[in-house]
């Protein structure tokens, strides 16, 4: 084993006495897998720290998720979303055997499942924006999943077919409630908001803060004004991330609000620095997207 600072656990899986098999020359563990392909069947599913619903929620897995399962215990799967790497628990389920095709995903916030095409039937469930879903029929108005139910179309987009400009999308979630590591209309984070949004232009994000702020765009340098900002550019603090919905004003998650929100960039700035006494860490942009 290699002498070097541990892997991170959020996206590298392995525990004392199991671990991820690409990981046998970096971590020691009992034993060593390849794991097994699943997806997930659940609209929304939290991943959380252990195998219990005391342990806190640090992301969240959508439908039609292909995740890597490397054990299921007492109801419990220890998995790793294929879409982000990122490692957790969640009940098993919540996931069935194999991996899905997905033609398309959702493109709207959230959309209703019907049991038929007809709007006057009760929905059996709802899916969120970044939801991947595998067509196999439409009609006029909506379009058939392949494990039953029907969406409306208008509010799905082929698989290769994005949305660049991330405020649009980050601005469906406006009035969403603030949840720590939600990834969903229901209820989302700062990163999370940021990872749907870069999802729906077709670049595929870490999870945290701190992932993206490494790893997303472009590091630039502005004025001290803040002068010289473009809608899109994503501005990080500390812990922290928005998206600049114009050369001024920022969409963010925050725990301020408890909500997604729009706000001057000078406001937030001066209020994170009241409370967390931090300044902007750094400002990324995507060349593609400017």
Known sequence: MNDVTAPDKRLNAYRPDLAAMELR??????RYTEGSA??????????????????????????GDN???????????????NRDGYVGYCPSSDLNTGTTNPTHLVSSAFSLIFPEPDIKRHP??????????EIIEKNEKFSKLANGGWVYSRHLASRGVTQPDLAETASKFLESPYL???????????????QLALLRAGIMAKRDTDQQEYSV?????????????????LVFWPGHVGIMMDDSSLIHANATDMKTSIAPLEKVSAHIKEIEGTEISSIRRLEELA
């Open 25 to 30: 020359d970096d971590v020691v563990a009992e």
């Open 38 to 63: 699943f997806h997930v069947t659940a609209p929304v599913v939290s991943l959380r720290r252990g195998p219990g619903f005391e342990f806190p929620q640090d992301s969240q897995l959508l439908f």
């Open 67 to 81: 995740i890597r399962c490397f054990e299921e215990k007492d109801g419990w799967a220890w998995v790793q979303n």
């Open 124 to 133: 059996i469930f709802t899916l969120s924006l970044g939801s991947h879903v």
């Open 180 to 194: 720590w590591g939600g990834n969903s209309y229901l209820g989302l984070d700062c990163s999370g908001l940021v």
């Open 217 to 233: 765009g472009e590091s630039i340098t502005i004025n001290a004004d803040h002068s010289g900002l473009k809608r899109n550019d």
